[in-house]
């Protein structure tokens, strides 16, 4: 279920961020040495490679270019959360306590806002990197890395609600993206 999901985000996705994809950014002679010698710059080297590898634009990318390509699959992986955390608002079937159903619908639905601010912290580092604005990149893509963690907080206040473990996946591989993205972000000075 998660995976088509993910597949029909990326089919019917709105026009703002199809406008995002587009690549106002300037790619030159980049190589999979290239690619290779950038990830190593990062915590999360496997990550880094298999997701540029992935993205054929990265082959004649620069570092800002990978960045950028980083930066996007973040925004995917946001909009992803997003769009589970909100697939899950609606009442169980088998609901036991009304309060502690409501409870956490009204968590699920600050978690699903929380991804969605991500996400927009992300676009504003797209921004920010096209004017190559690196410092203010930084910050944005450390403030989008932030919000998982405030999601995870709302569930720790009510000892009643359980993490599920599907948006702890969620916000380990979010947060590996943007630390991916940070320490490219670093290697351009």
């Given at each position: ?40 710059t ?11 590898e992935?993205?054929?634009a990265s ?21 992803s ?9 609606s009442p ?17 639905k600050?978690?699903a806002?929380?991804?969605?601010y ?16 690196y ?21 720790e206040r009510?000892?009643?609600l ?11 591989s979010f ?5 991916v ?7 351009l000075?």
């Amino acid at each position: 279920m998660g995976k088509f999901v993910y597949l029909m985000l990326l089919l019917v996705l709105p026009a703002s961020l199809t406008e995002l994809f587009q690549q106002p950014f300037c790619f030159v002679n980049g190589d999979t040495d290239f690619i290779q010698k950038t990830c190593r710059t990062t915590r999360y080297y496997d990550l880094c490679l298999s997701s540029l590898e992935s993205d054929s634009a990265s082959l004649l990318a620069d570092t800002r270019g990978l960045a950028v390509i980083m930066v996007r699959i973040g925004v995917v992986n946001a909009t992803s959360t997003n769009s589970y955390l909100t697939s899950q608002l609606s009442p169980p079937k088998n609901t036991n306590t009304c309060r502690n159903a409501a409870l956490k619908k009204r968590v699920l639905k600050g978690c699903a806002d929380k991804y969605s601010y991500a996400g927009d912290a992300l676009k504003y580092a797209l921004e920010n990197l096209k004017d190559e604005l690196y410092d203010y990149a930084n910050m944005n893509v450390m403030a989008a890395a932030d919000y998982p963690g405030v999601c995870r907080n709302a569930f720790e206040r009510y000892p009643t609600l359980v993490y599920p473990d599907q948006l702890a996946l969620r916000e380990n591989s979010f947060k590996q993206i943007c630390q991916v993205v940070l320490g490219i972000i670093d290697a351009l000075g």
